[in-house]
């Protein structure tokens, strides 16, 4: 079963429009991650949160901002969707250090 | 820095087989390994992992793998593989932050 939960889970959007990607977790997680996944790539980690009212860029460069305030949610946004957006984009939680990270299902956008 | 090489893209496999997909890591102290499946439309599930202690670690789904630290290699296997293990995995190694493979993608031969 599913305790990270990503909404939606497919999006076709054309250019220049706000975006948000949802996430929210039920098991108390502090640290949150988001990645971009694309086909035969490494997972590239765009954001990153360590608690409420923490966010961090990851390696990744990306025009999208997250906000953490509250524990179990940790939205991600794109205020001006460009076509080099088009990618899954995978949620995921951890307990903390050196523990496993659980994902949620990913949202599939394409940006026309 | 850490970084984790899956050599092999795509592997084919007869139902029954057995299997074994590489992984090697590079990182400053002792690793939290992991191995993660990704079906079709779906997030990463985790198989397996390492902390510390035996160097052979049993996951689910009947799925091992054995930690080399001479060799920095954490090689996933399995004995006899199901049509259903047709997946991608992934390996990654990390501790606060986790860097990931870029995969291997497994087809099962009937």
């Known amino acids: 079963e599913a305790d990270i939960y990503q909404t939606p889970r497919y999006l076709v959007i054309g250019t220049g429009k706000k975006i948000t990607l949802e996430c929210s977790q039920t098991?108390?997680?502090?640290?949150m991650y988001w990645y971009q996944q694309d086909p035969g790539m490494e997972l590239h980690l765009i954001h990153y949160?360590?608690?409420?009212?923490?966010?961090e860029k990851g390696d990744l460069s990306s025009e999208s901002t997250v906000s953490r305030i509250r524990t179990e949610h940790f939205p991600l946004t794109l205020e001006s969707a460009r076509p080099s957006h088009t990618s899954q984009y995978l949620c995921?939680?951890?307990?903390?250090?050196?523990?496993?990270?659980?994902f949620g299902d990913g949202t599939r956008l394409s940006i026309l | 820095a850490q970084s984790v090489t899956q050599p092999d893209i795509h592997i084919t496999v007869s139902e029954g087989a057995s299997l074994e997909l590489r992984c090697n890591y590079s990182y400053g102290a002792t690793p939290y390994l992991f191995w993660y499946v990704q079906s079709p439309g779906q997030g990463l599930q985790l198989l397996l992992k390492?902390?510390?202690?035996?160097?052979l670690v049993q996951g689910i789904k009947g799925f091992e793998a054995e930690f080399k630290r001479s060799q920095s290699s954490f090689n996933l296997r399995k004995p006899s593989v199901h049509w259903s293990d047709a997946a991608e995995y992934f390996c990654a190694v990390g501790d606060n932050d986790m860097r990931f493979g870029a995969g291997t993608r497994l087809t099962v031969k009937p």
């Open positions: 949160s360590y608690g409420v009212n923490s966010t």
């Open positions: 390492y902390f510390s202690g035996d160097t």
């Open positions: 995921a939680s951890s307990v903390g250090y050196g523990q496993p990270q659980h």
């Open positions: 098991m108390g997680h502090d640290k």
